[in-house]
């Protein structure tokens, strides 16, 4: 198991524990993969647009001027994203090492998740849609 220093010693805490209390799990309803594959694939041609749409726009901007520096651009672009990225793995990180603190143990004990989930949710989405 190989976790980035940064995130051995985080302070950011998630509110679970593991638990060896034996009490079975609640059974997991079944899923189809039609009610997983649909969602998927709305989102993948969201995605699809999105790429077109910015592939349009850099390609308009690499024929409207020959002036223009387009490799400047890209560079400012893929530092922005990468920046962003790098923002998200810092929100989604601690949850992962969390996880992983106790592998051998089965259960999860999570209270009051939702105020947590949901600031890190809020917080990703800030990041992303900026």
Do not use: C
Request: hydrophobic residues 40%; without cysteine.
């Amino acid at each position: 198991m190989t976790i980035p220093k940064e995130y051995l010693d985080s302070s950011f805490d998630f509110g679970f524990t593991t638990s060896d209390d034996g009490l079975p799990l609640p059974v997991t309803p079944s899923v189809q993969p039609s009610d997983i594959s649909e969602p998927i694939i709305q989102r993948i041609e969201v995605i699809e647009e999105h790429l077109l749409d910015i592939t349009e726009t850099l390609n308009r901007i690499e024929t409207a001027s020959a002036d223009f520096d387009t490799t400047a651009y890209k560079a400012l672009i893929e530092k922005d994203v990468k920046a962003k990225l790098v923002s998200v793995e810092k929100l989604i990180m601690p949850l992962l090492v969390n996880l992983l603190k106790n592998p051998e143990k089965d259960t999860i004990k999570w209270p009051n998740r939702a105020p947590i989930i949901q600031s890190q949710i809020d917080k990703i989405i800030a990041i992303t849609r900026s």
